[in-house]
T-cell receptor
Framework: GNSVTQMEGPVTLSEEAFLTINCTYTATGYPSLFWYVQYPGEGLQLLLKATKADDKGSNKGFEATYRKETTSFHLEKGSVQVSDSAVYFCALRGGGAQKLVFGQGTRLTINP | EAGVTQFPSHSVIEKGQTVTLRCDPISGHDNLYWYRRVMGKEIKFLLHFVKESKQDESGMPNNRFLAERTGGTYSTLKVQPAELEDSGVYFC?????????????FGPGTRLTVL
């Protein structure tokens, strides 16, 4: 079945550091890939998405590229801010199903 | 436009009791989903409604869980009787249409603690 594996946290960085959160997936066919973010005290929000191979999703300075050859969708940001502290979830939707399949989440803390 | 709302935000109950969670989707969204995150692990799908019909309930863990969506508007998820392993955060999401391009909008979640 479909599955998502993302790097374990927690991740702690200093402000303005470069961020990478790794995400790899297993799926049949051509899934759509997503990154969701949960800020403290809030619900999940869609951060970015990509629906086909080589697509790059981007939002709020974050980027992720759909790499079919490596089955990966790593999240990157060049210079993180304290306000980026949150839990990040990689997810996929595929196989004709509407349900999202999530990774375990990565807690990110940015220190000033 | 109001987002997805969930009630209550927190619930603490004892093992063996019954709890009912409610989700109000975004107005006009036919698709409604329930997910849960247990013990800080991955968020797992529970079920999917299209209007009032259950489209996919493959993620429901056992028959102690009952989901309804009468009239195709709000949905309830009842746990009866609750067990310790049911503790976690229950998320509801809704989407306007199905397909690759249609985003699921999530509510803030209900944190359930079973003592």
């Amino acid at each position: 079945g479909n599955s998502v594996t993302q790097m374990e946290g927690p991740v702690t960085l200093s402000e303005e550091a470069f961020l990478t959160i790794n995400c790899t997936y297993t799926a049949t066919g051509y899934p759509s890939l997503f990154w969701y973010v949960q800020y403290p005290g809030e619900g999940l929000q869609l951060l970015l998405k990509a629906t086909k191979a080589d697509d790059k999703g981007s939002n709020k300075g974050f980027e992720a590229t759909y790499r079919k050859e490596t089955t990966s969708f790593h999240l990157e940001k060049g210079s993180v801010q304290v306000s980026d502290s949150a839990v990040y979830f990689c997810a996929l939707r595929g196989g004709g199903a509407q349900k999202l399949v999530f990774g375990q989440g990565t807690r990110l803390t940015i220190n000033p | 436009e109001a987002g997805v709302t969930q009630f209550p935000s927190h619930s603490v109950i004892e093992k063996g009791q019954t709890v009912t969670l409610r989700c109000d989707p975004i107005s006009g969204h036919d698709n409604l989903y329930w997910y849960r995150r247990v013990m800080g692990k991955e968020i797992k799908f529970l079920l999917h409604f299209v209007k009032e019909s259950k489209q996919d309930e493959s993620g429901m863990p056992n028959n102690r869980f009952l989901a309804e969506r009468t009239g195709g508007t709000y949905s309830t998820l009842k746990v009866q009787p609750a067990e310790l392993e049911d503790s976690g955060v229950y998320f509801c999401a809704s989407s306007q249409e199905r397909g690759r391009e249609h985003e699921q909008f999530f509510g803030p979640g209900t944190r359930l603690t079973v003592l």
